[in-house]
């Protein structure tokens, strides 16, 4: 029996005891959904289940239905959390690696070393931890997407350029769908070769040191590596650059573990061959003479200047049997690739896929719905989600989505704008991912801005090497920048870019709002008023003038004028103006909201909105040319409109607004600040229709409101208020015969009318009975009019009945196109009640069916008159 299917017996055999006896649930199905044996919904139930004799039901329905495969990574996570247990029930007689390496003479120390690195690498300090604060690594580790792959420079601009969905087809098409595994790195390739060297490049804030520990602990619990390496050695670069004097090889990892340098000289002289050694941040490494002219020296004890000593051991000069695995940002891979022996093998952390992302905030928030409400948040906004691929930007946005949540907030209340997700970022790194700063950082940022704008006007994402040199001081030490090396015929050519177009764009923006008075205004809105700018620059330079924002920019000595933030608000004012006298592109208007919106200035928000006579995303420009017609908002255009909204009391006009379903639902709560909205909404159902005449029935502040919804094109609605007029056009398609009709009654009652039914009634049922007998339903019905092809016996009954029995009901008229000789009778015969009055305007048809004269007939409780017109 193979070592799965023994241990998946002693599960089965020693059940009933595990139930009873286990308490560390939680840690063991925390390590077996990282591992990815236990799927994110059976977790759940599990972490919901209240005691651990529940959660242990719950996830027996998963060893049971995972097999010998799942049953044995259970049974190695219960010899971690459980052992005296364990020890109580006998374990299978299959030894895991701790245990077999118990045996050799070395074995007890690497034991005791592997116990270490599992209780200190298993949490994590985050950067905003409190004292004595940490998170299991196991709550937040998240696969992310590696790649073996140089890719080439048409390649690097489409990922440079590319967001949202087609970055990840992007992606996809880079690895075949495929992500190397961590536990793969030093896998044997097609021809069976493995590396002696791996290199690990990922830019700043994408994970290399997260993944370092990762592989650490993932080791150290006997996941990885298991029976290759004996003994992994972590040593960190900006660690190994404070190390005073002259250290050997031994001496500097002993610096940084728990082993003495008497242990590790024998664990190495042992075994060199299955000796790992993971160095972090190569980037960091102060190299302070040329490589070449490194003393090579080649023995373990001989003693050094520490950094010449890791370069013995990166060259292979010292340990060469032994693994290396690097991580470097791009900016170093050149210099450590002409220094690490070989084989090498290249990877590179691109970031967090999709999916990874998805991952990532249900880790973070370990609650279904908590995690629902931020990833679609997130996921509406085009700019953010591609931001999220970078590991570190997933965790800004969940810690500010959830202080949030803890305040009683939903994700889009009070939303945190894009731009100061940035800002954070560009924080995050220079506080925690810069070593030394060779300039300070106004002069840093600037430099990156005027480096983006040169970028943004020449339309470049890659950047040569002799601008970056010119305008930056050190590209190699900046966390902001990333260098490729293409192949260019039989020469390697060096480039530079942004993380992706979006940091371009934020530090184009960064570049204008700081500018000095004379260059200021004149570039600032000649660059704005470009038909070719770009967006999201205008969108982030506003973002830019938050107060909140301008406050962290000030802790990092940066400056807005007074001056640049009149200017910029005077030109949106300007631009509504334009708006108003009906210029505008869908973009234009939409690029306005998210200017309030990224803005963020309450009183100024209104102050604008408060001007904008008629905000139209189809503008006169558009009808005539017939482009963009019937655009969608996209659901980040909704948060920034609603947003808008919640700052006014009320607004004039909007305008050829196309909405989904679930977007109207979003705005619904404002729509009733808009005294007339023209909206068409994809799709909705009637109970969306039922609750956007509810939304617009609460909101009381106006006097006269018109709202008119088209539903396919083929059902239009509009309101006013007081009285209350909703009328109802119907297209051909929902029913037959009837064209429109509306209804006026005090707007008191509007409440009480099921809107859902009627909806359900003109749309599906198309039913004339069933309408007449839901309109007996209104109490307080004063007024009806309704438009019909042809006035036909059935719509003489039909509203002769209506008004018999809608005793309210004072003014009946009905436009038809034509009176047939049928209607006409059953009129004649007929007079209605003293209070109330019906007029049917319409060609008179007579038997020949020519209907040539227009006329009027008036039926009240005197009876039947008819006027020719
Ligand atoms: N795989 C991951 N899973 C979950 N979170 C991650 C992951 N990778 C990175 N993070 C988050 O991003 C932060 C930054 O990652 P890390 O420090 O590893 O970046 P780095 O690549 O080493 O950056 P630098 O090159 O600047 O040193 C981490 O503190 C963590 O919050």
């Not at 259970?74 to 029930?89: G, Q």
């Not at 150290?220 to 650059?241: M, P, T």
């Not at 070593?435 to 994402?461: H, I, N």
């Not at 390697?492 to 530090?507: A, K, R, V």
Request: negative net charge.
């Amino acid at each position: 029996m193979d070592q799965d299917s023994e241990r998946a017996r002693f599960v089965d055999a020693h059940w009933a005891k595990l139930v009873q006896r286990v308490q560390m649930v939680m840690p063991i199905a925390d390590e077996l959904q990282s591992s990815g044996m236990l799927e994110w919904e059976p977790y759940c139930k599990i972490r919901a289940a209240d005691t651990n004799q529940e959660k242990m039901r719950e996830l027996y329905e998963v060893l049971h239905s995972g097999g010998d495969e799942v049953k044995s990574a259970f049974y190695s996570s219960l010899e971690k959390h459980e052992p005296s247990l364990f020890r109580d029930l006998g374990s299978t007689g299959h030894h895991t690696h701790s245990e077999k390496t118990h045996s050799s003479e070395i074995s007890p120390v690497i034991h005791k070393y592997m116990k270490r690195i599992c209780s200190e690498y298993q949490y994590v300090t985050e950067y905003n931890s409190l004292p004595g604060e940490h998170v299991l690594l196991s709550e937040r580790f998240t696969q992310p997407l590696i790649l073996r792959k140089h890719r080439d420079r048409k390649e690097r601009e489409e990922e440079i350029c590319s967001s949202g969905e087609r970055l990840q087809q992007v992606l996809s098409s880079r690895s075949s769908g495929d992500s190397v595994h961590l536990s793969s790195l030093f896998d044997p390739d097609d021809h069976g070769n493995s590396p002696s060297s791996v290199i690990l490049q990922g830019n700043s804030g994408n994970g290399k040191s997260f993944t370092v520990q990762k592989i650490m602990m993932d080791w150290a619990s006997g996941d990885f590596y298991k029976g290759r390496f004996d003994i992994v050695f972590h040593l960190k670069c900006k660690e190994i650059n404070r190390i005073p004097g002259e250290k050997s090889l031994v001496e500097i990892l002993s610096c940084s573990c728990s082993l003495s340098s008497h242990e590790i000289s024998q664990i190495l002289q042992q075994s060199p061959e299955k000796v790992l050694v993971v160095i972090d941040g190569f980037d960091e490494l102060k190299l302070t003479q040329d490589i070449n002219d490194m003393s090579a020296h080649t023995d373990l004890l001989q003693k050094a200047p520490p950094v010449d000593t890791l370069c013995a051991l990166l060259r292979g000069r010292i340990l060469p049997e032994s693994f290396l695995l690097v991580s470097s940002r791009s900016t170093a891979t050149d210099t450590l690739s002409n220094l690490l022996k070989g084989p090498q093998r290249f990877s590179e952390i691109v970031g967090f896929s999709e999916k990874g992302v998805e991952e990532y905030f249900q880790k973070f928030f370990q609650n279904e719905e908590l995690f629902r409400e931020a990833y679609t948040y997130v996921k509406a906004n085009e700019t953010l989600i591609t931001a999220c691929s970078i590991p570190v930007v997933c965790w800004i946005i969940c810690t500010t989505i959830q202080e949030r949540f803890k305040y009683g907030a939903g994700a889009t209340s009070g939303l945190e704008t894009t731009t100061s997700i940035y800002v954070d970022f560009v924080c995050t790194l220079l506080e925690h991912h810069c070593q030394g700063l060779s300039q300070s950082v106004p002069t840093l940022l600037r430099s990156l801005g005027q480096l983006a704008e040169r970028g943004m006007q020449e339309q470049q994402v890659l950047l040569d090497e002799k601008s970056v040199n010119e305008t930056i001081s050190d590209p190699a030490g900046n966390p902001f920048l990333c260098k490729f090396l293409f192949k260019r015929r039989i020469y390697q050519e060096t480039m530079f870019s942004f993380m992706h177009l979006s940091f371009q764009e934020f530090f184009t923006a960064l570049y204008y709002v700081l500018l000095d008075e004379e260059e200021s205004l004149g570039k600032l809105t000649r660059f704005f008023d470009d038909i070719f700018t770009k967006p999201a620059v205008v969108q982030f330079a506003f973002g830019l003038l938050n107060k909140d924002v301008r406050f962290t920019l000030k802790k990092h000595g940066l400056f807005i004028r007074p001056k640049t933030q009149a200017d910029l608000k005077e030109w949106i004012l300007k631009k509504i103006k334009s708006q108003n006298q009906g210029c505008s592109l869908f973009s234009e208007t939409v690029l306005v909201l998210h200017c309030l919106y990224e803005l963020h200035e309450e009183d100024f928000v209104k102050e604008a909105m408060g001007s904008w006579k008629k905000i139209d995303p189809r503008g006169k420009l558009l009808r005539k040319r017939n482009i963009e017609y019937g655009k969608l908002l996209r659901r980040t255009d909704c948060c920034a409109l609603l947003y808008c909204s919640q700052c006014c009391q009320s607004i004039e006009e909007i305008s050829n607004l196309y909405l989904s379903s679930e977007d109207l639902s979003m705005i619904l709560p404002e729509l009733h600040k808009f005294k007339e909205a023209r909206l068409t909404i994809r799709g909705p159902s009637d109970s969306d229709l039922g609750e956007l005449i509810y939304a617009l029935a609460r909101g009381q502040t106006l006097s006269s409101q018109c709202v008119r919804v088209s539903i396919y094109r083929s059902l239009v609605l509009s309101i006013n208020k007081e009285p209350s007029s909703f009328c109802i056009e119907i297209g051909r398609h929902p029913h037959p015969d009837l064209l429109s009709f509306s209804l006026t009654f005090p707007h008191s009652e509007t409440i009480n009318i099921d809107w859902t039914r009627l909806f359900q009634i003109i749309i599906h049922q198309r039913d004339s009975d069933a309408l007449l007998s839901f309109l007996y339903s209104f109490s307080n019905l004063k007024k009806m009019v309704m438009s019909v092809r042809c006035l036909t016996e059935m719509w003489s009954v039909w509203t002769l009945k209506l008004t018999q029995n809608c005793p309210s009901l004072t003014e009946l008229t009905v436009n038809a196109g034509f009176l047939l000789e049928d209607g006409i009778r059953i009129l004649q015969s007929s007079n209605t009640r003293p209070s109330c009055a019906m007029t049917f305007n319409g060609f008179v048809c007579n038997a020949q069916s020519i209907c040539s004269q227009k006329a009027k007939i008036l039926l009240n409780y005197q009876g039947f008159s008819i006027k020719s017109l």
